[in-house]
């Protein structure tokens, strides 16, 4: 089967600018740009289906509360989904944080030399 070209295709806020190297579940992923200018990766399935709009992320998440609340993960070994996402504060998002050993830097250290 014949993978679709988005290429230059327009999904809501997004652009679509090229295919990359990548793969999702098997499904090719695609890099695309925000009318807001930030450049975002997704599949052609979440293109098609508005996976990525701010319309639906507006109507999974909410509005902001407030400045003083950011995007934070219930669970930091999950993904952005909507089910392990919430508003939290600094002080929350500092509580919810894994423990040493777990993290990008206690990998670097188990790298052999």
């Known amino acids: 089967m014949t993978p679709i070209n988005h290429e230059g295709e327009r999904f ?55 400045e003083f609340h950011s995007l934070d993960r219930i669970n930091n070994m999950r993904g952005y989904k909507p089910s392990n996402c919430r508003w939290a504060t600094w002080q929350e998002q500092n509580r919810n944080r894994r423990p040493n050993g777990e993290g990008y830097k206690a990998r670097l250290k188990r790298l052999p030399h």
């Open 12 to 66: 809501g806020r997004l652009l679509v600018l090229g295919q990359t190297e990548k793969r999702m579940r098997g499904q090719l992923v695609w890099k695309c740009r925000c009318d807001c200018g930030k450049e975002v990766e997704a599949t052609g399935y979440a293109l098609r289906s508005g996976g990525h709009s701010y319309e639906n992320f507006l109507s999974d998440m909410g509005r902001r509360p407030d």
